[in-house]
């Protein structure tokens, strides 16, 4: 019987070269170092929006459904809005966003948020229970439209 041994031939150069190796290295420790200088010195992000005081809030309650329709309604229980899911979709999946929220954080699903429009132009939803909040104009001005109809109302 024969036998045969195959041997690999040995890499004349690495699969990686180090040269990459050391540049993505580096690369990770100079955004390491300017995270840590920005953290350290107290930096203020640019690309915040506006801060602006409060022109008109309004304090409502959401109820949505995974099929997009949403029924938003007053604290007193008041309707103020019943749309339909093609109508809904958008302050649907707010209202989902902020489910998901209060489940992470343990709090009552049912509890208000606030509607806020500030003197910037600017709409904001925040829930009060979580302290989660968020700018609506940067989902574009027609979900933000959306937001400011139920202030109108």
């Given at each position: 019987?024969?036998?045969?041994?195959?041997?690999?031939?040995?890499?004349?150069?690495?699969?990686?070269?180090?040269?990459?190796?050391?540049?993505?290295?580096?690369?990770?420790?100079?955004?390491?170092?300017?995270?840590?200088?920005?953290?350290?010195?107290?930096?203020?992000?640019?690309?915040?929006?506006?801060?602006?005081?409060?022109?008109?809030?309004?304090?409502?309650?959401?109820?949505?459904?995974?099929?997009?329709?949403?029924?938003?309604?007053?604290?007193?229980?008041?309707?103020?809005?019943?749309?339909?899911?093609?109508?809904?979709?958008?302050?649907?999946?707010?209202?989902?966003?902020i489910e998901r929220e209060r489940m992470k954080n343990r709090v009552a699903q049912d509890g208000p948020v606030v509607l806020l429009?500030?003197?910037?132009?600017?709409?904001?939803?925040?829930?009060?229970?979580?302290?989660?909040?968020?700018?609506?104009?940067?989902?574009?001005?027609?979900?933000?439209?959306?937001?400011?109809?139920?202030?109108?109302?």
């Amino acid at each position: 019987m024969t036998q045969t041994a195959t041997q690999k031939a040995p890499y004349d150069k690495e699969l990686i070269p180090r040269a990459l190796v050391r540049a993505m290295f580096g690369l990770v420790m100079v955004c390491l170092i300017i995270v840590s200088l920005a953290t350290f010195t107290g930096y203020q992000p640019l690309a915040t929006p506006p801060e602006g005081e409060v022109v008109a809030s309004r304090t409502v309650l959401l109820n949505v459904s995974q099929s997009g329709a949403a029924t938003v309604r007053a604290e007193d229980g008041t309707l103020i809005a019943d749309l339909a899911p093609e109508q809904g979709g958008f302050i649907s999946g707010v209202g989902r966003v902020i489910e998901r929220e209060r489940m992470k954080n343990r709090v009552a699903q049912d509890g208000p948020v606030v509607l806020l429009w500030k003197d910037t132009g600017r709409i904001s939803i925040q829930d009060p229970s979580t302290g989660w909040s968020a700018d609506l104009m940067g989902f574009g001005a027609d979900n933000a439209m959306a937001f400011a109809r139920l202030l109108a109302n």
